[in-house]
C-alpha cells in the first residue's frame, strides 16, 4: 500500500513525536532568527500605528519624481517620500500634518499631476489615533490569549494551553521574522490576518488535542502518553492536511487575484499574512504543540509509571511498541473505570477526567 | 434518526437558509457596502480632553445637519466612537471639499439681542426692503458671520424666522451650563426643570450688561428676547424676566434659563445645556484621520474580493468532490446554506443597524470559508475512521457525528470568543472582519447540525450510499476489513 492510500484510509503510522524531536530543533532555530530578523529590521509599520499621510494620485500629466519632489519643496515638504508605482499612480507619505497642511499637500499633489482635487486620495492619521490602533491591537492580542488560555485549561488541562500557545508564538514569531525579512509593510490588514492565523492555529490545535483527550480515556492502561498523541497525530492528519488545503486555497486565491491579476493592492499584505499563517499554524500543531505536550506530559510521575508499566506487560525487555499496531478505535474497551492494575497511577486518575461520552 | 425527521429537518433547514435570502434579495435588500468598497470620504474628529458626552452628541447633530444641506450624500454615518472621537463616514460624497469644511467647522455658539420674529425672512416677504447681505434662497444669513450687526436665523424647528443683532457673547465667553430641577426656579416658583450657564467672569459682565438693555423693552416683546445661536439656528430664545431692573441687568451668577411649556421639560434644559456646553468648548475639534477612497478603487476591491472567493470556491469544490466524492457534495451544498445564512445575516445588520460590508468583512468572509469547510472535514474523516475500525457503513455514520459535533463545537467556540474579543478591542476595520467572523462561526454549528447530520444521513441511506466510486462507500477508500494489520506492528528495540 502507497503512503498515499494509508493516509487516504487514515491509516498511517508515522511516529510524529519521534520525528518532531529534529522538525522542534528546527521551529526552534527559524525562531531565534526571526527575533533577530524582527531586531536587525524592525517590521514597516504603515501610518495606521505611526501617523502619517499617505496621498494617491493618477499621474494624468506624466511627471517624473524629479517634479513632484521640487513642487512639494514649495509646500515645505521636503522630507516627504515620493514613489511613482507601475500602474501610473504618485505615492506621496509625509509624517502627521496638521488640516491646512493636508488641505496644501491634497492641492499640490493634484497641480502637479494634472487632476482635479477630488481625485486625489488622502489618508491621513494622526499621531495620538496611530498610538491608540497600535495600542488597541496589542490590548486585544494580550486579552484574547488569556482568555484562550483559560478556555483551554478548562476544557482540556493547562499544559494543553501552554503547548497552545507556544505553538501560537512560534506561528506569530516567524510570520513576524517573514514579514521583517522582506520589509512587506504592516497594516491593520495585517493585524487582523495574524489574529486570523492565531484563530485557525489554536482551532488546529484544539482538534489535535480533543482528539488525544478522547484517546486517553480509551488507550490510557495499555499505551503511554507518547504512543496516544502519536495516534491521535495519525488519526487527525488528514483532517489537517484537508482542512489547511481547503483553507489556502481561498486565500491562496485572494493572494493570487487580488495582488497580481487586478492590482488591489490592499489585499496583498493581507493574504501573504494569511498565507503564511494558515500553512505554519497547520505545521504548529503537529509538529510544535502535540511534540512540546507529548514529551511535556511523558515526565509525569504517572505517565513515567504508565510507561514502565507498559514496558513491563509486554515483555520486559525494552521493546517500545510505537502507537502503530494501535487499533483506531478500542471499542472492546469498557468505557467504566475500571479498577487500576498494579501501581499505575495514570489509570488512577485517568477516569477522573473522564466527560460523559456518547 | 428517521427517515422522516431526517427528511424534515433538511427541508427546514434548506428552507430557511435559501428563502430568506431569496426573499430579502427579492425586496431589493443587498449589503450595504462599506466606504473602502464603494469609494467615499471618512474622517476621525477628536474632542478636546474631558468633552461630555452630550457635547459630542450635539457635534454630531450639528454635523449631520450640515452633511445633509450638502444634499449630494447618500448615506452619511455620523458617530461617536471611545470617549472624545467622532466618526464621520461620507460614501460616495463627491465634494470632498465642501464635506470636509462642513464636518470641520462645525459652528460657533453665540448669544444675539432678538430683535423681530417673523414666520418668513423678510427678504421673501419684502424683496425690495434694506436686508443684510449674503443672503441664502430661503433668505436666510450666514451661519458663520456671528457678528453682522442684523441677520435672519430660523428656529431649530423651522416654524420662525428671528432676526437677530450683533452677537454680544460667544462661546468663549462661556463655561457652560447643566440643567437641574429646581423646587422654585422656575413657573413662578411652581418648580421645573432649568438651565444654568455660567460665565467667564468676561462674559458674565457681558450678560449683565446686555441683559440690562433688553430689560428696557416692555415685557412681552420680542425684543426683550435673547437667542442662543448654535451654527446659525436660534436653539432657543429666552426672555429676561420681569423685574429686571436695566440699570443692573441679570447677576450672571444667579441667572436660570426656565424652560417653557414643552412635553418633555428635561430633555429640552438637558438639549439646551448641551448647547452651552458645546458652545463653551475651548477649541474646535481636531482632525484625526482622513481617509479617501475613490469609488474606482473601492469597486477594484469589492471586485478582485468577489473574483478571488469565486475563483476559491470553484478550486476548493473540485478539491472535495475528488477526495470525498459525494460527501464532497454535500460540503458544497452546505456551503451554500452557509453562504445563505451568513449574507442573509449582513443583510438583515445592515438593514437594521446600518451595518456595512467592509473589505474586512469580505476576507472575513472568505477566511470562514476554511472554517466551515474543516467542519465537514472533521466529521467525514471520523466517518472514515470508525468504518476503517470495523463498523458497517451507515452506522458509521451515525455513530461519528457525536464526536466530531463536539470538537466543532470546541472548535468555533474558541474562534467566537477571538471574535467577540476582536469585536470589543478593535477599532475600524478590525471590527468588520470580526463581525463576520463572529457571525460564521455560530452558522457553521447551526448548518453542521440542521444540515449536515441529517443530509448525510440521508445520502447515505439512498442509492448514492453504495453505488460505487462517487458514493458514500466509495469515499471511504476500499478496506472495510477490521484493519489491525499485522504488518503495522513495527517493533523497535
Known amino acids: 500500500m502507497s503512503v498515499f492510500t494509508k493516509m487516504y484510509r487514515g491509516e498511517t503510522h508515522f511516529d510524529f513525536v519521534a520525528i518532531s524531536k529534529k522538525t522542534l530543533i528546527v521551529s526552534a532555530a527559524l ?33 517624473d519624481i524629479a517634479v513632484v519632489r521640487s513642487s512639494l519643496e514649495g509646500i515645505g515638504q521636503a522630507g516627504a517620500r515620493v514613489q511613482l508605482t507601475g500602474d501610473g499612480l504618485i505615492l506621496i507619505q509625509t509624517e502627521a500634518l496638521d488640516a491646512v497642511s493636508q488641505d496644501e499637500l491634497v492641492l499640490t499633489a493634484a497641480t502637479v499631476a494634472g487632476t482635479d482635487v477630488n481625485a486625489v486620495t488622502i489618508d491621513a492619521v494622526g499621531p495620538t489615533f496611530g498610538a491608540e490602533v497600535t495600542q488597541a491591537a496589542i490590548q486585544a492580542l494580550v486579552v484574547f490569549l488569556i482568555v484562550v488560555a483559560l478556555f483551554i485549561t478548562w476544557r482540556f488541562e493547562w499544559k494543553m494551553a501552554m503547548a497552545a500557545l507556544a505553538a501560537l508564538a512560534h506561528d506569530l514569531i516567524i510570520t513576524g521574522g517573514i514579514f521583517a525579512l522582506f520589509g512587506f509593510v504592516v497594516t491593520p490588514a495585517t493585524v487582523i490576518a495574524i489574529l486570523t492565523i492565531l484563530g485557525y492555529s489554536l482551532y488546529d490545535t484544539v482538534v489535535v488535542f480533543d482528539k488525544v483527550n478522547e484517546n486517553v480515556e480509551l488507550m490510557h492502561d495499555q499505551y503511554t502518553y507518547t504512543e496516544i498523541v502519536n495516534t491521535s497525530m495519525n488519526q487527525v492528519l488528514m483532517r489537517s492536511i484537508n482542512t489547511s488545503l481547503t483553507s489556502l486555497i481561498p486565500v491562496g486565491s485572494l493572494l493570487f487575484v ?5 492590482g488591489a493592492h490592499t489585499l496583498r499584505e493581507f493574504a501573504l499574512a494569511l498565507f503564511i499563517g494558515i500553512a505554519l499554524g497547520t505545521y504548529s500543531s503537529i509538529f510544535v504543540a502535540a511534540p512540546v505536550l507529548a514529551i511535556w506530559k511523558e515526565r509525569e510521575p504517572d505517565w513515567i509509571a504508565e510507561r514502565k508499566r507498559v514496558e513491563r506487560k509486554r515483555g520486559g525487555n525494552k521493546t517500545v511498541v510505537t502507537a502503530a499496531s494501535v487499533p483506531t478505535k478500542v471499542e472492546t474497551v469498557p468505557a467504566a473505570p475500571s479498577a487500576p492494575t498494579g501501581a499505575s497511577g495514570a489509570a488512577a486518575r485517568a477516569p477522573r477526567k473522564r466527560k460523559k461520552r456518547r | 434518526m428517521s427517515r422522516k425527521k431526517a427528511l424534515l429537518t433538511l427541508l427546514i433547514t434548506l428552507a430557511i437558509a435559501w428563502g430568506s435570502i431569496g426573499a430579502m434579495l427579492l425586496a431589493g435588500w443587498a449589503p450595504k457596502l462599506g466606504l473602502d468598497l464603494q469609494g467615499g470620504f471618512a474622517v476621525v ?201 436695566p440699570d443692573e441687568g441679570l447677576d450672571p451668577n444667579q441667572v436660570v434659563i426656565t424652560i417653557g411649556s414643552s412635553d418633555n421639560p428635561q430633555a429640552e434644559s438637558e438639549d439646551l445645556a448641551a448647547i452651552l456646553n458645546y458652545g463653551a468648548l475651548p477649541t474646535t475639534f481636531e482632525r484625526e484621520r482622513v481617509e479617501s477612497v475613490s469609488a474606482s478603487l473601492g469597486a477594484d476591491s469589492l471586485k478582485a474580493g468577489l473574483i478571488a472567493g469565486l475563483l476559491g470556491l470553484a478550486l476548493v469544490t473540485i478539491y472535495m468532490v475528488i477526495y470525498y466524492r459525494i460527501l464532497g457534495v454535500i460540503a458544497m451544498v452546505g456551503l451554500t446554506v452557509f453562504g445563505s445564512l451568513l449574507i442573509g445575516a449582513i443583510i438583515l445588520l445592515g438593514e437594521t443597524q446600518g451595518t456595512t460590508l467592509t473589505l474586512a468583512g469580505v476576507t472575513g468572509i472568505i477566511v470562514s470559508i476554511g472554517i466551515t469547510l474543516d467542519s465537514y472535514i472533521v466529521y467525514f474523516e471520523r466517518v472514515k475512521e470508525e468504518y476503517h475500525s470495523g463498523r458497517p457503513l451507515r452506522p458509521s455514520i451515525d455513530h461519528a457525528y457525536p464526536g466530531a459535533f463536539s470538537t466543532i463545537l470546541k472548535g468555533d467556540t474558541v474562534t467566537f470568543l477571538a471574535a467577540v474579543l476582536l469585536w470589543l478591542l478593535a477599532v475600524g476595520p478590525v471590527k468588520g472582519f470580526a463581525l ?30 453504495e453505488g460505487g466510486w462517487f458514493s458514500v462507500r466509495g469515499a471511504m477508500g476500499k478496506s472495510s476489513q477490521p484493519s489491525i494489520p499485522a504488518e503495522s506492528v513495527e517493533v523497535t528495540s
Not at chain 2, 469644511?101 to 439681542?113: K, Q
Not at chain 2, 430683535?115 to 451661519?143: C, F, I, M, Q, R
Not at chain 2, 463576520?436 to 441511506?461: E, K, M, N, Q
Open chain 1, 31 to 63: 525562531v531565534v532568527l526571526s527575533l533577530v530578523m524582527l531586531l536587525v529590521r524592525p517590521l514597516n509599520l504603515s501610518i495606521d500605528f505611526t501617523g502619517g499621510v499617505v496621498v494617491t494620485v493618477e499621474n494624468e500629466a506624466g511627471v
Open chain 1, 258 to 262: 487580488g495582488s497580481f491579476a487586478l
Open chain 2, 45 to 245: 474628529l477628536v474632542g478636546p480632553e474631558g468633552t461630555d458626552p452630550d457635547t459630542l452628541d450635539t457635534a454630531v447633530e450639528i454635523m449631520r445637519r450640515r452633511i445633509e444641506e450638502l444634499g449630494s450624500v447618500q448615506e452619511p454615518e455620523i458617530s461617536v466612537q471611545g470617549e472624545r472621537s467622532i466618526v464621520v463616514q461620507l460614501p460616495g460624497v463627491e465634494d470632498r471639499e465642501r464635506a470636509l469644511e462642513a464636518v470641520g467647522t462645525t459652528g460657533e455658539m453665540s448669544f444675539r439681542p432678538v430683535l423681530d420674529l417673523v414666520l418668513e425672512s423678510p427678504a421673501l416677504t419684502d424683496p425690495d426692503g434694506d436686508h443684510p447681505d449674503n443672503l441664502d434662497a430661503d433668505g436666510l444669513s450666514d451661519p458663520d458671520d456671528v457678528h453682522a450687526a442684523i441677520a435672519y436665523l430660523p428656529s431649530e424647528d423651522g416654524a420662525f424666522v428671528y432676526v437677530v443683532g450683533g452677537a454680544f457673547l460667544t462661546g468663549s465667553d462661556m463655561k457652560g451650563g447643566r440643567a437641574q430641577f429646581s423646587g422654585t426656579g422656575g413657573h413662578g416658583g411652581a418648580g421645573g426643570w432649568v438651565v444654568v450657564p455660567e460665565f467667564t467672569d468676561e462674559g458674565g459682565e457681558k450678560f449683565r450688561l446686555a441683559t440690562g438693555e433688553l430689560a428696557t423693552f416692555p415685557v412681552g416683546s420680542p425684543q426683550r428676547r435673547l437667542a442662543i445661536v448654535v451654527d446659525g439656528v436660534v436653539g432657543s430664545a429666552p426672555e429676561v424676566a420681569a423685574g429686571v431692573s
Open chain 2, 436 to 465: 463576520t467572523l463572529g457571525i460564521a462561526t455560530i452558522v457553521d454549528v447551526i448548518v453542521s447540525y440542521y444540515y449536515t447530520r441529517p443530509g448525510t444521513w440521508l445520502v447515505a441511506h439512498s442509492a448514492l450510499g
